[in-house]
């Protein structure tokens, strides 16, 4: 799994982060499939961060890449 390809499916999930005034940053992907993100803007803090870390980015990076066992935020 290419950094690049991690990248391009973010790409694909952040308008709808931005449209609520978040976004998110890939910090590392480990040996093992896990992908590091920091949610940032609004997605910060968020009471809804884990479902949206969850139920979209995990699912849709999964979904498109099945080489990720796992995404957790940093």
Known sequence: MEKEEVKDVLDQIRPG?????????LV???????????????????????LTLKNGIERTLKKKLPEVKEVVAV
Do not use: F, N
């Open 17 to 25: 982060l931005q449209a609520d005034g978040g976004d998110v940053e």
């Open 28 to 50: 590392e992907i480990t040996d093992e499939g896990i992908v590091k993100v920091r949610l940032v803007g609004a997605c910060h803090g968020c009471p809804m961060s884990t």
